[in-house]
Every structure is written in structure tokens, then in C-alpha cells.
């Protein structure tokens, strides 16, 4: 159990679109997500966490207009970059915390992003 | 805020020897110490990890240490395989609110066969 998937896998836009990335808890109820992103050999950088009713709560320096945050249901979070540029592109993940188990994160497979 | 630093970036060892891998870290509020490997292009996946109770856990090949009073947390592999060439994530995490985790920088480990 606590598998997590994301989609798309990867996806290639046109600067000034949008692109919305899924995160989906598919074998537990997760009521805390977090998206992350990650740069050519670099560490993860927390964008954002999300709780599923609420609204999401952004990391210091992290546009909340820019990169818009849902979390709909205790299955279901989705980022939406806004306007995306060259300097968007990355690759985003994110991770879920199942219900009552509050520090273990399980991570999606990733989004890698390229904004032409 | 949380700051974890990591060290060494990168690492090769030779097969079967032993890898350790270093972090730091600066709130005394962290209690939640996990430790991730990560492939080119795949997901980070949890290792190990371990809790402020605790000063030392081992799981096979590898080891987490924790020294609280410190601030220090290390990773050690023992018998290394070529397998276990990634880059490696140190992290962590303080309960209240919501469990927020501070990633350090990461260490490429290679190891030779």
C-alpha cells in the first residue's frame, strides 16, 4: 500500500501556458501533500503543503498566484503553473502523508516540466 | 526556519567498502530524521530513518546514527554494491501543525565495481 502516482510524467509547453500536474494517493486517504521541486542536481525545495478543505501554505519566495494549489478531495492535489516560463521548467514532486501517520511522506514519481 | 547542510556532495567508494554520509542541523525542534536514496529521474525512496528517542538504528547494510545534543545525523553503508550508486537525501522534519521536512543538499555516492 501507500502508492502515489502523478500525471503527467512529463510534459513540454509553450512559455505563457498553463499546465496542470495531478498527484493522486491512490491506496490511502491523505490528508497532508506537499509539492516539491527539483533542479538539475540540486535538493528538493518544499514549494508548498497542502491539506485537503484548506487552503495550501506557501514556502517563502513561492508565488501563490503562480503556482496555484487544489486540494479537492483526501485523494486528489493538483499544481497548476500559471503563465509558465523557461525558468519554470523542473522537475515537480509531490508527496502525501497518510492519515494518523503524520511524519512518513510517500512520493510520487515526478513531472518533468520543459516550458519552451 | 530548519537548515540541514549535508557532506560530503559526492562520494565514490570502492565495491565493499564503507560509505558515511554527514548531516546537520539547526532547530532542536526537529525530532524526525529520514534518510532518502535517488535515482536519476525517479522518485526519492526512504531508507531509513530515525526518531530524537533514539541514537542508532540499523537495517542490513545500513545505519543511521543520531547524535541530539550535536545536532548531527549520519548515514553509514556498509559492504557497498554498485547498486548502490544515487544520490542520497538527508532530511528533517519537526511534528506540530504540519510536518514540514527540510531536505540537505544531497551526496552523489558511486561506487566502483
Known amino acids: 500500500g501507500a502508492v502515489v502516482s502523478q500525471h503527467p510524467s512529463w510534459v513540454i509547453c509553450k512559455s505563457g501556458t498553463s499546465v496542470k500536474i495531478e498527484c493522486r494517493s491512490l491506496?490511502?486517504?491523505?490528508?497532508?501533500m506537499f509539492w516539491y521541486r527539483q533542479f538539475p542536481k540540486q535538493s528538493l525545495m518544499l514549494m508548498a503543503t497542502?491539506?485537503?478543505?484548506?487552503?495550501?501554505?506557501?514556502e517563502q519566495g513561492v508565488e501563490k498566484d503562480k503556482f496555484l494549489i487544489n486540494h479537492a478531495s483526501l485523494t486528489l492535489s493538483t499544481l497548476t503553473v500559471t503563465s509558465a516560463h523557461p525558468e519554470d521548467s523542473s522537475f515537480y514532486i509531490c508527496?502525501?502523508?497518510?492519515?494518523?501517520?503524520?511524519?512518513?511522506?510517500?512520493f510520487g514519481p515526478g513531472t518533468r516540466l520543459t516550458v519552451l | 526556519g530548519e537548515n540541514v547542510e549535508q557532506h560530503p556532495s559526492t562520494l565514490s567508494v570502492q565495491e565493499g567498502d564503507s560509505a558515511v554520509i554527514k548531516c546537520t542541523y539547526s532547530?532542536?525542534?526537529?525530532?524526525?530524521f529520514p534518510w532518502y536514496k535517488q535515482e536519476l529521474g525517479k522518485r526519492p525512496q526512504l531508507i531509513i530513518d530515525?526518531?530524537?528517542?533514539?541514537g542508532e538504528k540499523k537495517d542490513q547494510r545500513i545505519a543511521v546514527t543520531l547524535n541530539k545534543t550535536a545536532k548531527h545525523f549520519s548515514l553509514h553503508i556498509t559492504e557497498t554494491q554498485p547498486e548502490d550508486s544515487a544520490v542520497y537525501f538527508c532530511a528533517a522534519s519537526s511534528t506540530g501543525g504540519y510536518q514540514k521536512v527540510t531536505f540537505g543538499t544531497g551526496t552523489k555516492l558511486q561506487v566502483i565495481p
Open positions: 497542502s491539506n485537503e478543505g484548506s487552503k495550501a501554505t506557501y
Open positions: 508527496s502525501a502523508c497518510r492519515r494518523g501517520d503524520t511524519d512518513t511522506q510517500y
Open positions: 491506496d490511502f486517504q491523505a490528508t497532508t
Open positions: 530515525i526518531r530524537s528517542n533514539v
Open positions: 532547530d532542536s525542534a526537529s525530532n524526525y
